[in-house]
């Protein structure tokens, strides 16, 4: 099964892509993950990719696109996966063509003021990626990371100018996307402003899964 997940930035679909993925078997695609691993290699495509994530702009479709092409046909993604952040602009979903055939799209909408909300109290571990949230999933111990006891951190495009800019590019490109779903008739809208549980409830409801 191939499922897209979309929504703004703290609305937490990765978080629910991960319960998802476990739920389906099907692994979880992060694009802003494999744009920052690239990004801290200290390679030259690295360094140019750093530039563009932390000026909160998308990084060019070519880039995204090589990166993706490779880790789609790893064989944890046998049975299928979830993408998380991609696509972003309608420009990726025609270039990527037949190579992602999702069934379906799901939207997590939360409004702007709860988004920057979230963003400005998330905390994440630069050494596994591992993310918190001072309030709702707060690290046993505080700024150290739960799973490789790392300094937890905030990252550069989760300081608030730049939250506003990433937002901005979101209702912009993102957004209408929504059409084009909706169109294919894959289109699911979940409310994300609920507590994790509820939003989960919610998701395997519509996706008629126990
Ligand atoms: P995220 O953690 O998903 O918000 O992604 C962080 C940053 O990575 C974004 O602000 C973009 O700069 C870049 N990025 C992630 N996914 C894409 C994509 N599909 N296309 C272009 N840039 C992306």
Redesign the pocket.
Known sequence: MKIIIFGP?GSGKGTQADILAERLNICHI???DL?RTEAKSGSELGQKING??ND????P?EI?LTLLKERVIMSDCGLGYILD????NLD?IKLIGDVIKAEVALEIWISDEEAIRRIIDRRSCPKCGAVYHLKYHAPKTLGRCDKCQSELMIRD?DKEEVIKK?LNVYHQQTEPLIKYYQDQGIYIKINGMPSIPEVTKEIFAKLKLS
């Open positions: 930035q992060t694009m802003g744009l563009f994530i909160g702009q998308l990084v479709d995204v952040g991609f696509p972003r990726q495009d990433r």
